[in-house]
């Protein structure tokens, strides 16, 4: 008889009996819940009254179940229940194909979010299992699952391997639930980025972005990738030309209409530039993009310089023709396409010209002296203290990266050069620049902020004019022929 009493009152025996009553009520344990019928009656607990709440404590009710604070299980008394009234509504039993649909977008959005803000595995696997309880046979049940990426088909490329997804399944896309303009014209950008800081691995994408619809993201059309850039542009190029080529002669049919897609213009960086046109870079003598002007190298500075404005502009048909010299590198696949080989490439890098190029060049040739003539050169005390004026600024909070002293300017970001121009130039260098210096910059420093405004497109021709003023002036003032950019 003792012995009963302590299997009776062990837990083990409780445990038992407690999964046995599960099993009669065929209810999952660790739910306490139950699918609910339609066009049936809900049973749901009395309201207590606040009595009967303080002496019952903190209880969790679900149905006809009650669970307290020591997790025991008990069936409520047909007095305590109170019946709400059945709904008549139709029962409609929902489509297959759109649950289905609903699932992966569900899926979709979960693993982009994870991606987009870096969600350790051990928190997304806490969360899936809290999901899984609710959505079962839905979320995977490990992290690993939910971020696999789909197999995708790769090309190989000498070097490294291409990605295309294509221009026209970027357009359907964006287009499919919009009625816009049945004559879109793209914009297509291409660059090369770092994959990691301490990997040569990189990737060069191919993007576009539809001109008609601003507020619509770059779309990328094809990615490659390798440990240096595609050292052939038309192997690099063909499947995008290919494409496009196909799009010219038939364009495409989105819900049942047909878009007519021209190509607006390719906006890259002067490297980048160079590369897809298959032309020299723009540091080498027959480098200009836009006119046929010939450098001459420097053996004081030690790079080319263009002496010589005014020179005739290139063409479309001769460039076409291979009418340049040693302008021309090796032919692009772009040549098949029906866009203007010089205006089509507007030359508007900011980076490389401006802030890493003039401005740079500037502050290094009066910092240094190495514009060839002593009248530029800043004294020591000078260079002294405007590193500690600049390092005393308070910058607004636009410019989210402040301005070291001018001893680092050899690790100076293009940012740091643009903030410098636009905000600082003109009044800390005027105290210390000679007056003729200092109009010859301020040449430079209007028309630069004429072409970067869309408010001041009434006064480009004074830009141009400050331009042609400001070269005429670099042979007589301060710099000597061979420094001229």
């Given at each position: 008889m003792n012995s009963w009493k302590k299997i009776k009152t062990s837990g083990t025996f409780k445990r038992k009996v407690k999964k046995n009553f599960y099993k009669i009520l065929n209810i999952n344990p660790l739910l306490f819940q139950k699918v609910q019928q339609p066009v049936r009656s809900t049973i749901y607990p009395k309201p207590e009254t606040s009595s009967s709440?303080?002496?019952?404590?903190?209880?969790?009710?679900d149905g006809g179940y009650e669970l307290d604070q020591n997790r025991k299980l008990h069936l409520l008394d047909e007095s305590e229940r109170w019946e709400l009234p059945a709904y008549e509504e139709e029962y409609i039993d929902p489509d297959p194909a759109d649950e289905t649909f609903a699932n992966l977008r569900l899926l979709d959005n979960l693993r982009c979010w994870a991606v987009k803000n870096n969600i350790r595995h051990s928190v997304l696997n806490e969360l899936l299992a809290i999901l899984n309880i609710r959505l079962s046979n839905i979320l995977p049940r490990d992290p690993r699952t939910l971020l696999t990426i789909q197999s995708v088909d790769l090309q190989q490329m000498e070097n490294g391997q291409y990605w295309h997804q294509g221009v026209k399944n970027c357009l359907e896309r964006v287009?499919?639930?919009?009625?816009?303009?049945?004559?879109?014209?793209?914009?297509?950008?291409?660059?090369g980025l770092p994959v990691y800081r301490s990997s040569k691995d990189e990737f060069w994408p191919i993007l576009i972005n539809i001109d008609e619809y601003p507020q619509v993201a770059p779309m990328i059309v094809g990615i490659?990738?390798?440990?240096?850039?595609?050292?052939?542009?038309?192997?690099?190029?063909?499947?995008?030309?290919?494409?496009?080529?196909?799009?010219?002669?038939?364009?495409?049919?989105?819900?049942?209409?047909?878009?007519?897609?021209?190509?607006?213009?390719?906006v890259c960086d002067s490297p980048a530039r160079a590369f897809i046109k298959g032309t020299a870079y723009f540091n080498a003598q027959n480098g200009?993009?836009?006119?046929?002007?010939?450098?001459?190298?420097?053996?004081?500075?030690?790079?080319?310089y263009f002496p010589r404005a005014g020179c005739p502009p290139r063409t479309d048909a001769d460039f076409r023709n291979k009418k340049y010299g040693t302008h021309h590198k090796e032919d692009t696949p772009l040549l098949r396409l029906n866009i203007d080989m010089v205006k089509d490439f507007p030359v508007a890098d900011s980076l490389h010209l401006i802030d890493l190029g003039i401005m740079k060049k500037l502050l290094l040739g009066w910092r240094d002296g190495k514009f060839g003539s002593l009248n530029t050169k800043w004294p020591a005390n000078v260079a002294i203290n405007l590193s500690k004026r600049l390092l005393e600024l308070k910058m607004p909070?636009?410019?989210?990266?402040?301005?070291?002293?001018?001893?680092?300017?050899?690790?100076?970001?293009?940012?740091?050069?643009?903030?410098f121009l636009h905000y600082i130039s003109i009044v800390v260098l005027k105290p210390i620049l000679l007056p003729e210096v200092y109009e010859h910059f301020l040449s430079l420093f209007c028309s630069i902020t004429i072409c970067s405004s869309e408010n001041?497109?009434?006064?480009?021709?004074?830009?141009?004019?400050?331009?042609?003023?400001?070269?005429?002036?670099?042979?007589?003032?301060?710099?000597?022929v061979?420094?001229?950019?």
């Open positions: 709440i303080e002496s019952a404590g903190s209880r969790e009710t287009l499919s639930e919009s009625t816009g303009p049945s004559n879109i014209s793209l914009k297509i950008n291409i660059d490659y990738a390798g440990k240096q850039k595609p050292t052939n542009v038309g192997t690099f190029l063909s499947p995008f030309v290919a494409e496009m080529e196909k799009i010219y002669q038939e364009g495409i049919y989105i819900n049942g209409h047909k878009v007519i897609v021209s190509i607006r213009c390719f200009c993009q836009k006119c046929t002007t010939i450098g001459e190298y420097s053996y004081v500075s030690h790079t080319n909070r636009e410019i989210h990266r402040a301005l070291r002293g001018l001893d680092c300017i050899a690790h100076w970001k293009g940012l740091e050069f643009r903030t001041f497109t009434d006064l480009i021709e004074l830009a141009n004019m400050l331009t042609i003023i400001s070269r005429h002036f670099t042979e007589k003032i301060t710099f000597r061979t420094f001229i950019i």
